[in-house]
């Protein structure tokens, strides 16, 4: 590049503005200056430098803007500066030019392009001499910001990659709490990504420190130790939390002090203590107010719509997740601490019936692509609303997606078996009781049941409801080796049962519905239980187990003759039906209600062929809604394969269902029983109660 006289430049500028190639402007904020007409234009005149004029056509760029930073806006000028001389090749300048441009990228929460910047110097290391002095660090310390920041940005498994190598490149007898540090942010990363041994990395990290005097690395290790083992340990994670809590005062680190009170109060939720949990969290969120301490503050509200969800308080729960989701959307973090908070949210918009608003932040968030077990909660969810909605195929999708984001070793409760009650209840929705069953009890035999009664729960009712459907069809068929075998996973599941604590008003209404199953696979459709499952449901918020609940009792309550009492509790699961949009739920009461004569309902729409939600025989020949189904295939002429593929099971099991239909009505062929069905009106057109 040469120098010109003011006058020959305003020449050259004024043909080159005349001829179209710049434009002249003056952005807000920034001097006069000159633009390309068209960054094409741009491109094709950089590219058409030769080597030498490149890099001196760069290197004056970054001289220049180091003399005259105004020329661009302050928050981009450290990474221009950074650009330039990387590009002209300065690597001596390039590196702590670098190094500027992160930390301007980590104030503005632009964690990607911080990373990059962190990793470009590590990447001109070993190529600059003194390269420690220039970067104000160690090559250890930059891997050490590199790894937090892909942290940050989501980018887990980058991250987990540059730990690895920072724990490779550090001597853990020389500096043992570097060593423990990296092994704690291994251990975040770890969980992040749903894969174990992240407790043996703090394990490891504890042994690594002494006891005393209390250090900053020992307080860290300790704080995440006693968060890893709120949930499975709660003896060891009270004392850990009290440990950490005391190092913390003691060296003056208030938010670590935040950390190990979070801790403490997870641990105490889980417990059974709730108010000591809120009161802890109370004290730690003083604390991370007063010093401004943001990751304290999400962390608090993960914890916080945590515990209000358990303890049924929705609303609570709602506005402490969307506290944290608008944090973490000012901070940078929408897309990993912040999805987290939305799988919170939707939970607890779920448990309180607002599944249109829920399905809409899930689709949102999952356009940001959240990393990890970030997401897992999300696909999950949604795989859930979908199937109450019979849109089987997404949710099996769903499913798979959320499936496959857990390494199987990875054994956290809140995941592993809320993803298998879904899978277990994809089985039921198939006409397959027995994966069901299999399904539901191989995953609770894998947890210590009085350390997650919360998610514990829900699953057993699903394992109880398909032993009843099990234990029913083999009496259906005489099948006595079937029947014991029902009959002994359901008395497993009784056993479950019977030592797992309900403290909580959801945990109490899921124990009654577990009853009234385990009572129905005795072959006993008892009123006054499924009565107690809906009076337990109606003390919660949570609508659609309530509908659900109650078209068991309206069923109970027809067997029995009341037939007063059994319209008035499918009129009520019709309204929640309706709301939610729950069509299978709706498909189940029209059912109920023609079979049962109970004048409930009024005009309905045609039903879409989709399954209707599995069931005990009822009144008409047996049938299950299972079985009608198939038999409406069976009437329109349809074969097995036809039937299978509508209704998303496998033809043999089609074929079972057919065999079961036939015996049942007293029939030897598929036109005896579709005649037999048009007379009895069981298949008649309008059996979804209209949404």
Not at 70 to 98: F, K, M, N, Q, T
Not at 123 to 132: C, H, I, K, T
Not at 199 to 213: H, W, Y
Not at 261 to 289: H, S
Request: net charge negative.
């Amino acid at each position: 590049m040469i120098d010109l006289p003011e006058a020959a430049l305003l020449d050259a500028l004024r043909e080159a503005v005349s001829s179209n190639l710049l434009i002249a402007r003056a952005d807000e904020g920034t001097a006069d200056g000159f633009a390309f007409r068209h960054s094409l234009l741009r491109e094709v005149l950089h590219d058409d430098l030769l080597p030498g004029e490149h890099g001196r056509v760069h290197q004056r760029y970054a001289e220049v803007l180091e003399r005259q930073p105004d020329l661009v806006p302050g928050h981009r000028l450290a990474s221009e500066i950074a650009h330039h001389w990387y590009s002209a090749h300065d690597l001596e300048r390039a590196l702590p030019a670098s190094m500027a441009a992160a930390a301007e990228a980590g104030s503005l929460y632009a964690y990607a392009e911080q990373r990059r910047m962190l990793e470009r110097v590590l990447e001109l290391w070993d190529r600059v001499p003194g390269a420690d002095r220039l970067a104000g660090t160690d090559h250890l310390g930059v891997l050490e910001q590199a790894i937090e920041v892909a942290h940050k940005a989501g980018d887990h498994e980058r991250g987990l990659a540059l730990a690895n190598a920072a724990l490779a490149e550090v001597d853990q007898d020389r500096d043992p709490e570097r060593a423990a540090l990296l092994l704690e942010v291994r251990a975040r990363l770890l969980k992040n990504l749903g894969r174990s041994g992240g407790v043996a990395d703090l394990r490891a990290a504890e042994a690594l420190l002494p006891t005393s005097p209390p250090t900053h690395a020992r307080a860290t290790v300790l704080a995440s130790l006693a968060h890893a083992l709120a949930y499975k340990a709660w003896d060891d994670s009270l004392r850990i939390a009290d440990e950490a809590v005391l190092a913390a005062q003691a060296i003056g680190d208030r938010h670590i002090e935040v950390a190990a009170r979070a801790a403490r109060g997870c641990t105490l939720d889980r417990m059974g203590e709730a108010d000591r949990g809120l009161a802890e969290i109370d004290q730690a969120r003083a604390v991370a107010e007063e010093i401004s301490d943001t990751r304290g503050l999400l962390d608090l509200d993960v914890t916080l719509s945590d515990l209000y969800e358990a303890l049924g308080q929705h609303e609570e729960a709602v506005a402490a997740a969307r506290n944290g989701v608008a944090l973490a959307q000012r901070v940078g973090l929408a897309r990993t601490r912040g999805a987290f908070l939305v799988g919170n949210l939707v939970e607890s918009l779920l448990s309180l019936g607002r599944w249109d608003e829920a399905r809409r932040l899930i689709d949102e968030t999952l356009v940001l692509d959240p990393p990890g077990v970030q997401a897992t909660s999300l696909h999950y969810f949604l795989g859930f609303l979908l199937l109450s909605r019979g849109e089987y195929g997404a949710a099996q999708a769903h499913l798979d997606t959320a499936r496959g984001m857990l390494a199987r070793e990875y054994v956290s409760d809140q995941y592993q078996l809320p993803v298998a009650q879904l899978e277990a209840l994809l089985a039921l929705e198939r006409g397959e009781p027995a994966v069901a069953l299999k399904r539901a009890l191989d995953e609770l035999d894998r947890y210590e049941h009085m350390a997650s009664p919360r998610y514990v729960w829900p699953l057993l009712a699903v394992a109880a409801r398909a032993g009843a459907e099990l234990a029913l069809a083999a009496r259906d068929v005489r099948d006595d080796e079937a029947a014991a075998a029902a009959g002994a996973a359901v008395e497993q599941v009784g056993a479950t049962a019977a030592d797992l604590p309900a403290d909580l008003p959801a945990q109490r209404a899921w124990r009654a519905v577990v009853s009234a199953e385990l009572l129905r696979a005795a072959g006993r459709l008892e009123e006054a239980a499924w009565q107690a499952a809906v009076t337990a449901w109606q003390g919660t918020a949570n609508p659609f187990p309530l509908a659900c609940a109650l078209l068991r009792h309206a069923e109970a309550a027809a067997a029995a003759g009341h037939r007063s009492a059994a319209e008035e509790s499918v009129r009520e699961a019709v309204e929640i039906g309706r709301r939610l949009g729950a069509r299978p739920l709706l498909n189940q009461a029209a059912l109920l209600a023609r079979r049962a004569r109970l004048a409930v309902l009024g005009p309905v729409a045609p039903a879409e062929p989709a399954p209707a939600v599995a069931g005990p025989p009822q009144t008409d020949f047996g049938l299950t809604p299972r079985e009608v189904e198939v038999l409406r295939g069976v009437a329109a002429g349809q074969s097995n394969r036809q039937i299978a593929e509508e209704l998303f099971i496998s033809v043999k099991t089609a074929s079972v269902h057919v065999s079961n239909i036939l015996a049942k009505l007293g029939v030897t062929s598929r036109g005896e029983a579709a005649a037999l069905a048009h007379r009895q009106h069981l298949v008649e057109e309008g059996d979804v109660v209209g949404a």
